[in-house]
């Protein structure tokens, strides 16, 4: 089962926000979710202006939260973050957070000009395993380049995770997209946007999962705080959408 979580973000508070996960995922493995994916820079919000001064490195200990929960309720955890590399340079990333206590990043491939500086493009990461199937993560203007969803279905990749900032100008346009690309990869999408404002925009919301045929499972009617939940069986799909 894999889940969107559309969260609000406290703009640059690390901690308050990862408390705020903590509670997402605790809500998730309720509804016995194995993945939950967040937006994208969900740990400190869209704020460019602020990612300098939020950076934080992959072992800082104030993720260990998130890396104790995720091994405690057996679920992997995708959350956005402004990460710091050993030579000075600065990602969009993923943090993932798996059932093992093991933990892994992604870095945003296609860094829009927007985001430059203080961020620098990345080289992606490898795909998540997860109860036979594969996730191969994107973050946001990644997900809008024909490239990187071929990649990931050249990868073997069953399901394609998008961690976003999608306005409400940009929803209709990147949601269609994702939809078709759906139906014609053969892999189930997820959506998973913000709640509200973030970076001084306002959110669309409306985080969703198509599956590989392009079909809607799930979605959020709007940008209130709300987990989009899908499951696979043998027959097919099956969504809910809870508040948060």
Known sequence: MIAAAQVTAVPGDLVANIQGHLQVATVAHEQGVHLLVFPELSLTGYELGLATACAIRPDDFRLNPLRDLARLLRITLVVGAPLLQSDGSLHISALIFHPDGASSTYAKQ???SSEQPPFVS???????????????????????IPSHFQAAAASGATVYAASVMVDVESYPSKA???RQRAATHGIAVL???YSGITGGVVSAGRSAIWSETGHLVAASPDASS???????AQNGWTGSVIAL
Do not use: K
């Open 176 to 178: 269609m997209r994702l």
């Open 122 to 144: 990345g080289n992606g990461g490898s795909l998540i395993p997860l109860e036979g199937d594969q996730v191969a993560l994107a973050i946001c203007r990644d997900a809008s």
């Open 226 to 232: 709300a987990l989009v939940v899908a499951h696979r």
């Open 191 to 193: 959506l998973a946007n």
């Open 110 to 112: 296609h860094v829009h």
